[in-house]
Each structure stands twice: as structure tokens, then as C-alpha cells.
């Protein structure tokens, strides 16, 4: 009966403490996870920062867009046309 209690009270010891050492690694584990994470996302913000600074990398938002305003002009003043 004595036997059959130590062996219970080791099984929940061993559980009790890898409970605890799983827990303790797992929280450093994610904490440093978080730190990489908080990294990688200042850097990708500075990059993106220093895109939109610079207007040489900046895009042309009229890129593409072609418009005589003489031609308009003219159609509309001329009515032979």
C-alpha cells in the first residue's frame, strides 16, 4: 500500500514538473518569437517609410495617362471638323 502511494506521488511530481519546465520554455520560446516577429515588422515599416520619402521610387499616379488639352480645344472650337 506504501508502495503503490510513492509511485502515485512520483507520477504526479513528474507531471507537476513537466508541466512547469513545458510551461517555463514555451513562454521563452514565445517571447522570443514575438521579439523576431516585432523585428522584422519595424524593418519592413522603415523600408516602406523610405519608399514613400523618395520620390524617385515613387510611382507617377498620371503614368500612363495621355491628354492633349489642344486637340480637346480645337474640336470643340472648330465646328468644320
Do not use: C, H
Request: no cysteine; hydrophobic share 45%.
Amino acid at each position: 500500500m506504501v508502495n503503490n502511494k510513492l509511485w502515485w506521488a512520483i507520477v504526479v511530481a513528474v507531471g507537476v514538473l513537466g508541466y512547469w519546465v513545458g510551461d517555463w520554455q514555451g513562454y521563452s520560446r514565445s517571447q522570443n518569437d514575438v521579439k523576431k516577429a516585432q523585428e522584422v515588422a519595424a524593418q519592413k515599416a522603415a523600408e516602406d517609410a523610405a519608399k514613400a520619402a523618395n520620390p524617385f521610387k515613387a510611382t507617377n499616379p498620371l503614368e500612363g495617362v495621355e491628354s492633349n488639352p489642344f486637340e480637346e480645344a480645337k474640336k470643340v472650337l472648330n465646328p468644320f471638323n
